[in-house]
């Protein structure tokens, strides 16, 4: 019986996971939709990480649409989102980062 290696996370999905927290933490909050479908689109093949990628995009998901469809008068999504948030959602994207980052045993 031969044991196979899991596949590999590709390059420019770990790219884009580790491109989530700084672009959240530089204050690109709302430019990071394009890292986090890259991760969502290259998390297809491996079934554990479907659920980092489904959660960094649902928390992606809720601060925008509270931000677009709340009374805010916020010019961005950076700005709109409070220490606290942006620290919460810069975790969650090194979570995933370092999720996808680990081999499969």
Known sequence: MTVTAPPRTPAAVLVAAWAVPVMVAGQ???LAAVPIAVV???S???RAHRWWAAAVAAV???ALTSWLAGPSTAPSLSKYLSP???VLFTAAGVAVAVALSRRGR
Do not use: K, N, P
């Open 40 to 42: 969502l689109i290259g």
């Open 60 to 62: 992606y998901a809720v």
């Open 28 to 30: 690109f909050a709302f």
């Open 84 to 86: 606290v948030a942006t």
């Open 44 to 46: 297809l093949r491996r």
